[in-house]
């Protein structure tokens, strides 16, 4: 008789989204499963994992995971594992589809709306609709052009607001204030501040680390990092509180930056001897199709691993 009182003191301080109660609809994967899918009214496509634990009536968290350049859905759930519950313990994944190979912020994007902003704004709206999101635990992952695409949506004040926080593997950063449709960061501000997670390889050569001036510029990875220290709070060119090696061969460099009591809330890991790769203990498809950048076979830690750790302390305050 008090088990629905108990049971609701439990879910105080979870974001239930509207879909909570609901039925799974028809056209979703059933429990522990993926699908393909469309978003309803347009032509984007995306796919989506629900865990075999999920419960209608219990808020889940949501993974988005953001394929690279010349990529596409299937591929990012391969390389990034959301699907996998021994990484994603109990969230929803999904993976959204670009319209051309490219995300808005690669030249090569198709710029025109809806773009991939709308979209993926949209998308969220569509989860939250119809699935029991907890609405403070949403987040986003990407690889290479993706990771270019995370820091377009954290500057996006209306979409970066709705993420708890931002991951990115080998991002190719460029650099968007004149961009059509993405112009000057500016997130909207908000008191938990702009968790960002990053990870390089020091021999990539597709997004250099130090970035690269040729025929598609990209930004240095440390500006990024420093970037969103300072939006957080951190002081302008603010140096890491730590920068702690976690492997010695390959040599792992851990950087943290600590801002304004937000300690943690910018992370990088510079991972030696590792090219344009999504690090893994298990050789994935970046390891066995692209030994030239990846010439390790596989990698000493799972970044998949690492995000999934980041992201479980990151709320947002609802
Ligand atoms: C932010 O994204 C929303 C949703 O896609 C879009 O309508 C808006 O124009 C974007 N804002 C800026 C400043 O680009
Ligand atoms: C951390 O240490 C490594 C090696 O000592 C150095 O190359 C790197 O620039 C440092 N900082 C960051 C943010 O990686
Ligand atoms: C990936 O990393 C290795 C080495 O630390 C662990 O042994 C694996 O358990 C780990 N994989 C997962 C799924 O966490």
Same mark, same amino acid.
């Given at each position: 008789?008090?088990?629905? !009182?108990?049971?609701?003191?439990?879910?105080? &301080?979870?974001?239930?989204?509207?879909?909570?109660?609901?039925?799974?609809?028809?056209?979703?994967?059933?429990?522990?499963?993926?699908?393909?899918? @469309?978003?309803? &009214?347009?032509?984007?496509?995306?796919?989506?994992?629900?865990?075999?634990?999920?419960?209608?009536?219990?808020?889940?968290?949501?993974? !988005?995971?953001? +394929?690279?350049?010349?990529?596409?859905?299937?591929?990012?759930?391969?390389?990034?594992?959301?699907?996998?519950?021994? !990484?994603?313990?109990?969230?929803?994944? %999904?993976?959204?589809?670009?319209?051309? &190979?490219?995300?808005?912020?690669?030249?090569?994007?198709?710029?025109?709306?809806?773009?991939?902003?709308?979209?993926?704004?949209?998308?969220?709206? @569509?989860?939250?609709?119809?699935?029991?999101?907890?609405?403070?635990?949403?987040?986003?992952?990407?690889?290479?052009?993706?990771?270019?695409?995370?820091?377009?949506? /954290?500057?996006?004040?209306?979409?970066?607001?709705?993420?708890?926080?931002?991951?990115?593997?080998?991002?190719? *950063?460029?650099?968007?204030?004149?961009?059509?449709?993405?112009?000057?960061?500016?997130?909207?501000?908000?008191?938990?501040?702009?968790?960002?997670?990053?990870? @390089?390889?020091?021999?990539?050569?597709?997004?250099? %680390?130090? #970035?690269?001036?040729?025929?598609?510029?990209?930004?240095?990875? %440390?500006? %990024?990092?420093?970037?969103?220290?300072?939006?957080? #709070?951190?002081? +302008?060119?603010?140096?890491?509180?730590?920068? =702690?090696?976690?492997?010695?061969?390959?040599?792992?460099? @851990?950087?943290?930056?600590?801002?304004?009591?937000?300690?943690?809330? =910018?992370? +990088?890991?510079?991972? &030696?001897?590792?090219?344009?790769?999504?690090?893994?203990? =298990?050789?994935?498809?970046?390891?066995?199709?692209?030994?030239?950048?990846?010439?390790?076979?596989?990698?000493?830690?799972?970044?998949?691993? *690492?995000?999934?750790?980041?992201? /479980?302390?990151?709320?947002?305050? =609802?």
């Amino acid at each position: 008789m008090y088990l629905p !009182f108990l049971l609701s003191l439990a879910m105080v &301080g979870l974001a239930r989204s509207s879909g909570c109660g609901r039925d799974i609809p028809s056209e979703f994967p059933s429990p522990g499963s993926s699908k393909s899918l @469309h978003l309803p &009214g347009t032509d984007r496509e995306y796919r989506l994992y629900i865990p075999a634990t999920y419960d209608k009536n219990r808020p889940t968290p949501l993974y !988005f995971s953001f +394929h690279g350049a010349s990529k596409d859905m299937l591929e990012q759930e391969e390389l990034s594992q959301f699907s996998n519950p021994e !990484f994603n313990k109990d969230g929803i994944a %999904i993976y959204p589809n670009s319209k051309n &190979g490219y995300w808005l912020s690669n030249p090569k994007a198709d710029t025109s709306r809806p773009n991939d902003l709308d979209f993926t704004n949209d998308l969220l709206s @569509h989860m939250e609709e119809l699935l029991c999101i907890d609405s403070s635990r949403v987040y986003s992952a990407r690889k290479s052009n993706g990771g270019g695409f995370t820091i377009v949506i /954290a500057c996006n004040a209306t979409v970066g607001s709705r993420f708890a926080a931002f991951a990115s593997v080998s991002g190719a *950063y460029y650099d968007n204030d004149e961009t059509p449709g993405i112009g000057p960061c500016a997130p909207a501000q908000r008191e938990k501040g702009y968790p960002f997670l990053e990870f @390089h390889g020091t021999i990539d050569t597709t997004a250099p %680390i130090d #970035g690269s001036t040729s025929k598609n510029p990209k930004l240095p990875t %440390i500006d %990024i990092l420093e970037g969103w220290a300072e939006r957080n #709070g951190c002081g +302008h060119d603010a140096k890491w509180a730590q920068n =702690v090696t976690v492997f010695e061969n390959p040599l792992v460099k @851990h950087a943290i930056w600590d801002c304004d009591g937000k300690n943690g809330i =910018v992370q +990088h890991y510079r991972e &030696g001897d590792n090219g344009h790769c999504w690090p893994s203990t =298990v050789p994935n498809d970046d390891y066995t199709s692209h030994p030239d950048q990846c010439p390790l076979g596989k990698y000493v830690f799972n970044a998949t691993e *690492y995000i999934f750790d980041f992201f /479980a302390g990151c709320r947002l305050e =609802v």
